[in-house]
């Protein structure tokens, strides 16, 4: 429902109070600490935030619901904090623990669950617009783009605060002392697309990249629509295109690069095998060496004096152009690493560095000597160095960003375009907004950013935490903090969790605890008319908003119900089974399906293949993932219908949940006992008698049918069970199929 | 819709499930087709902002940029300057990456005919589109922002060269809706001479719009629409048994909770359903005229691909379906232009030519607009980074000057529009930019391209970004 109301809620609170002249806009100033107000109902509250979120429904006479059932909660929470549903013993241990913490205790265990990462990953993912190939036309692959999501599930299990979140994100590699898994964390701005098409401009491709980091930086961290002053100053907000240029600044002078990131076990034995790489490499070199040296260096200079003089000669203008548009392509290395390499004098390169460049050197560099390539019968050297390369064990790369060697002077682009530059400009921070201490890199930025004097982000980040659970946010255009965004519904309240947030030294964890253990969260979603009536929207939070389910978490809870669900935590991308017709959609794009366990990996590790997106988290509104997202659009479509009756996977689900129930010969009344355990799977509650009776009348109906259809029976049964009846399996099948279909399961009630 | 629906849209919500009483019919629909998301939005389904000349739109979109200076736009002064360098003249000022100054002219080596009583000309390896001249409106001077494919064919199809932002058919079914309750009210049908299309399915994407407005792709073999046929072992009779059961539970759950998203996650398996139904139907070719499936190539192996989609297309606006791209790929003939140019052309001249006169035989063309052409154009210079061996001479990507046709729905036929240098390389008359061209396409569909409009980041976005002017020329 998001924008849809946010765009009413947009209207109505522009039509009550003006636009604030844009310096005193309410988000440009710290948030101060409200007390929590007094209200009347006392017994209500269960921590500061209800008083706050009573208070305003006192105010307007409006009373909030009951708390929801106990079934109902659970899975609430399973579903808010690990996107699972919850196991039988976990609800049989919910319903029989009595103790009044009850609710606090499943919610430390769901908090220190391996898969909290899992599920709270994805909103930052969405923000950083994660994808696991290039994008453009040839769309390669990004192999090696899974370790920056790796990289936040487990920040996100290990309880990172959010300050060191964002600093190492901004500016991992920066810190003083970096390690590998910092500097991993700018990964972060490697989500990017590159343009690997022939004859594309790398400058303006790069300028792109550039464009792309500051306003996803912007809309991230500050909640404000930065890309509105590319090519002008900001309409709205008082941000100049000149502050646009100096957040670009920060930008402009960090590079892509890929580094060596073992994973667990790889560094063992890798340095001493290195070493001996190292030396057998030269060795095959060493009778050439200086030769080679002498046609590399000959061959660089070539390529200076190309880029310096473009249009010249052709075949050194397309030799450059391919340096920076094919360099590590199917790798996902930097594009322009190469090319940042070229422009490093000779001596101050890394021994990987020109291990890597002359590597590229002997298979492409034949243009500077193509005779003397010959004589010196280089093809057979190169044989012999990727013989000695395959010997080498492989450490898994990681995408990260680097401080440029001589930074680039920014300057204002006239109207948006690269190619015009106007006045210099250096890095800085906006001038409405507190300033900037430090040396003007990307750490001072990410200092800047979760300084206590920066007024929003606090508030932004909050602010999508309530949004994640309760579906709309204080403010609800959380892309937007701006004079054009929407009023916040509680102001104070906002203020007091964004100062909350930081009293708390930024621990998510505790903010979220602090969030679902609060009477506002606990109550029902089913609310009486007159309240449905007077606040549609719930903005008022009389109750808790119905959500449709993430496309991931429709795929993760019908494997989960079914028990075919693989609960491995991290590591690369997968490609689960969907129709050839849509990898065929790309240009050239291939899918690889997994075999195996692999195939029920949860959603979050479907290969993103940006230009053909998997079918099921498209057609359940997976946002583009070309930009950035910061909330998503939940969508009620025929096509969601024919994918849960008809994919395959979901087909795989039903057979699996339905010898799961056959297998269970329960008690005396096998059918009652089997629907029991099917709702508490899929719906953590028993059916209610209505539907018991459905379900029965349904299943009459099923067996009727394929009796008259015995081979269908066998067709759709799946793998039989011992000791059933195939007719009765293939009913068990199709009756699990409606529980996976059915609006409740793909809701969060 | 109906006055009375419209008026109904704006029930409060317990109105709405009173008056309906759990049988929901029509509005839910209604709701589904205008989804959950965008009650509140200034638009949503709804009647058009004026009188419109066009109610559907058949886009045949040509990807990969097809080579106008061998089709559309004949250069016969280009023989003077074959294997010469472009005049200096012509270069000044350009930045584009791709435009080089050490290629040389290629002339092209097709013939051009006049056709029809207007004599619009075209070559040789469109003899088809000559005899529906009369009923084209050929313009000689499109121009674009980018020479990149993908870039280009997201300005084309979503107004901006990045990815993320709606496609027209997304924006139109937006503002329109979808007048058949079987069918996606935006369908993209696809087909290739090789390779796949350069952006992909961001093409047709919803971008920031609810992904019902995403086009749906149809496919003229196996499943036309993904996970359309039920599964192996589940029968009519089956499928219907489990979809009652999800409708009724969905009931008892709507009775409880009262949320209308569950209202229309009901309408949307009804909608399902009747795709399920309606689908293969549309398929069914078997009630179509011998000599209409010989006019549109079916006979054939090499016209029959595009040719069923024009076909499809024509079924699709009979019943209602707003918007139809076909997308063929690919055009882009750096090298050996001249016999892969006529590889495509064989492909789909005749089709389109036929999907033209097939319109217009059923009354549908007067109210159907169909657009043809490619992200931009190619260059009059031969590819320098191909060399010069005869025949193997290519074209670059060119985006100063192109040409597209337009037909029907408010289009003034017989006539082309816009003219460019004797080299074709720039414009010079009547410049079109692909803004103008989209805010032709909603004129004719009766939207006001600056009032079609959806907040995101803290603007109102729109199909033609900040430009676009309506071409009065190309108007009836």
């Known amino acids: ?749 | 819709m109906t006055g009375e629906q419209r008026e109904l849209q704006y029930q409060p919500r317990r109105g709405f499930l009173q008056q309906t009483g759990g049988g929901l019919g029509a509005i839910a629909l209604m709701h589904l087709l205008r989804g959950d998301d965008c009650r509140a939005s200034d638009r949503g389904t709804g009647p058009p902002h004026f009188k419109p000349r066009a109610r559907n739109v058949i886009f045949l979109f040509m990807a990969g940029a097809p080579s106008q200076l061998d089709l559309m736009d004949p250069k016969p002064e280009m023989k003077k300057w074959h294997g010469q360098p472009v005049p200096a003249s012509m270069l000044k000022n350009q930045e584009d990456a791709l435009i080089r100054g050490s290629a040389r002219v290629f002339a092209s080596p097709r013939r051009f005919q006049r056709y029809g009583r207007s004599g619009i000309e075209f070559s040789d390896y469109v003899p088809s589109l000559g005899t529906v001249a009369d009923d084209l409106c050929v313009i000689r001077s499109m121009h674009t922002d980018v020479a990149n494919h993908t870039p280009g064919q997201l300005l084309m199809n979503s107004g901006m060269p990045t990815p993320g932002h709606p496609s027209a058919g997304s924006w139109i079914t937006y503002g329109l809706g979808s007048e058949n309750r079987n069918l996606p009210g935006f369908v993209v049908l696809t087909s290739s001479s090789g390779k796949g299309i350069d952006a992909g399915a961001a093409n047709w994407s919803n971008g920031f719009l609810p992904s019902e407005y995403r086009g749906v792709t149809f496919r003229a073999q196996g499943d036309p629409v993904l996970h359309l046929t039920s599964p192996n072992g589940v029968s009519a009779a089956t499928q219907r048994a489990r979809l009652d059961a999800v409708r009724d539970l969905n009931h008892m759950h709507l009775d409880r909770v009262g949320d209308p998203a569950i209202a229309s996650r009901i309408a949307s398996y009804e909608m399902a359903f009747r795709m399920q139904r309606s689908a293969p139907a549309l398929l069914d070719f078997s009630r179509e005229s011998k000599s209409t499936l010989a006019m549109y190539g079916l006979d054939h192996d090499t016209t029959r691909p595009f040719g069923t989609n024009c076909l499809l297309a024509r079924r699709m606006v009979e019943r209602g379906v707003r918007f139809v791209q076909l997308f063929h790929s690919t055009w882009d003939d750096h090298s050996e232009l001249d016999k892969n140019l006529k590889t495509n052309c064989d492909m789909t001249d005749r089709p389109a030519a036929a999907l033209i006169r097939d319109l217009k035989e059923r009354g549908l063309l007067d109210e159907t607009l169909v657009i043809w052409g490619g992200e931009f154009g190619r260059t009059p210079m031969n590819e320098v980074r191909r060399g010069n061996t005869k025949g193997k001479e290519g074209r670059d990507h060119h985006r100063f000057a192109f040409s597209m046709w337009l037909a029907g729905g408010g289009i003034k036929g017989g006539q082309v529009v816009g003219q460019t240098d004797e080299l074709g390389y720039h414009i010079e008359r009547d410049p079109i930019h692909v803004h103008d061209l989209q805010a032709t396409v909603l004129h004719c569909l009766g939207l006001d391209h600056k009032h079609l409009t959806w907040r995101h980041r803290g603007r109102d976005f729109r199909l033609t970004d900040v430009g676009g002017e309506v071409i009065r020329k190309v108007l009836l």
């Not at chain 1, 890199?441 to 979760?450: K, Q």
């Not at chain 1, 007024?455 to 609800?476: C, D, K, M, S």
């Not at chain 1, 030294?505 to 007159?530: F, G, H, I, N």
């Open chain 1, 1 to 749: 429902m998001a924008h849809g109301l946010c765009q009413l809620a947009t209207v109505l609170l522009a039509a009550a109070a003006p636009p604030d002249p844009a310096s005193q806009h309410w988000a440009f100033s710290r948030p101060s600490r409200p007390d929590p107000p007094r209200v009347h109902n006392t017994t209500w509250p269960r921590n500061n935030l209800d008083r706050f979120v009573l208070a305003r429904l006192e105010r307007d006479g409006m009373a909030p619901s009951q708390e929801a059932s106990r079934r109902t909660l659970l899975r609430r929470l399973s579903l808010d904090l690990v996107g699972l549903p919850p196991s039988l013993a976990e609800i049989e241990d919910f319903l029989e623990d009595e103790s009044s913490h009850a609710c606090e205790k499943v919610v430390d265990r769901f908090l220190s669950s391996p898969h909290f990462g899992e599920k709270w990953a994805r909103w930052w993912m969405d923000l950083a617009h994660y994808g696991d190939s290039d994008g453009y036309l040839t769309d390669q692959i990004r192999p090696v783009a899974w370790r920056w999501r790796q990289w936040v599930v487990d920040a996100l299990n290990d309880g990172m605060r959010f300050d060191q979140f964002t600093i190492e994100q901004i500016a991992g590699d920066l810190l003083p002392d970096t390690t590998v898994e910092q500097r991993m964390g700018t990964g972060f701005f490697r989500n990017t697309l590159s343009n690997r098409e022939g004859g594309a401009d790398l400058e303006e491709f790069r300028n792109l990249q550039v464009v792309d980091r500051t306003g996803t930086f912007g809309i991230t961290w500050l909640g404000l629509t930065l890309a509105c002053a590319e090519c002008h100053d900001h309409k709205y907000d008082p941000i100049s295109q000149k502050d646009y240029y100096r957040l670009f600044g920060f930008f402009n002078n960090a590079d892509e690069v890929n580094v060596a990131a073992p994973l667990p076990g790889e560094s063992i034995g890798f340095d001493p095998a290195k070493k001996i790489y190292g030396e057998k490499r030269k060795a095959v070199l060493l009778p050439v060496a200086e030769e080679f040296e002498a046609l590399q260096k000959k061959w660089e200079a070539k390529l200076l004096e190309t880029e310096a003089n473009p249009g010249r000669d052709h075949l050194w203008d397309r030799a450059l152009e391919l340096l920076g548009l094919v360099w590590g392509g199917n790798l996902g290395e930097g594009q322009l690493e190469g090319l940042n390499i070229v422009h490093t004098p000779w001596e101050e390169r890394t021994p990987d560095q020109r291990d890597r460049l002359q590597d590229y050197f002997l298979r492409a560099g034949s243009l500077t000597d193509g005779a003397r390539f010959a004589e010196l019968k280089i093809g057979e050297v190169v044989a012999q160095l990727d013989k000695l390369a395959n010997d080498l064990p492989s450490v898994t790369r990681a995408p990260t960003m680097m401080r440029r060697r001589v930074p680039r002077q920014t300057h204002v682009h006239v109207r948006g375009n690269f190619r015009e530059k106007g006045e210099a400009v250096e890095p800085g921070a906006p001038a409405v907004l507190h300033p900037m201490h430090g040396s003007g890199d990307r750490l001072a930025l990410a200092r800047w950013v979760v300084s206590h004097e920066n007024p929003l982000t606090a508030r932004v980040t909050i602010n999508r935490l309530w949004q994640e659970l309760f579906g709309r946010g204080l403010v609800a255009t959380s892309d937007d903090f701006g004079t054009r965004g929407a009023r916040p519904s509680h102001p104070q309240l906002l203020d007091w969790l964004a100062t909350e947030f930081v009293r708390r030294e930024w621990d998510m964890k505790a903010m979220l605890r602090m969030m679902v253990t609060s009477a506002t969260y606990r109550q029902r979603s089913t609310a009486s008319p007159e309240v449905m009536e007077r606040d549609p929207t719930n903005t008022l939070l009389a109750r808790f908003s119905r959500q449709r389910l993430s496309a991931e978490l429709v795929r993760d809870n019908a494997l989960a119900a079914s028990g075919l669900l693989n609960r491995k935590i991290g590591g690369p991308s997968v490609f689960p089974p969907q129709p050839a017709s849509v990898t065929a959609e790309g240009f050239e794009n291939k899918w690889q399906t997994s075999t195996g366990a692999d195939r029920y990996r949860r959603g979050l590790y479907t290969f993103i293949q940006r230009t053909s997106p998997f079918a099921q988290l498209a057609t359940f509104d997976l946002p583009n993932n070309n930009t950035t997202c910061t909330r998503r659009v939940r969508s009620n479509t025929p096509l969601q219908a024919l994918n849960l009756l008809n994919d395959p996977t979901f087909i795989e689900a039903a057979q699996a949940l339905g010898a799961r129930l056959l297998r269970d010969r329960g008690g005396n009344s096998p059918v009652a006992h089997r629907l029991d355990r099917a709702y508490s799977l899929c719906l953590a509650r028993p059916p209610r008698e209505e539907e018991r009776r459905r379900f029965e009348a349904y299943l009459a109906t099923q067996i009727a049918i394929f009796q008259a259809e015995p081979e269908a029976a066998r067709t759709i049964a799946g793998e039989p069970v011992p000791g059933s009846d195939l007719v009765e399996q293939a009913a068990w099948t199709c009756a699990a199929s409606i529980l996976l279909n059915l609006d409740e399961f793909i809701t969060k009630e």
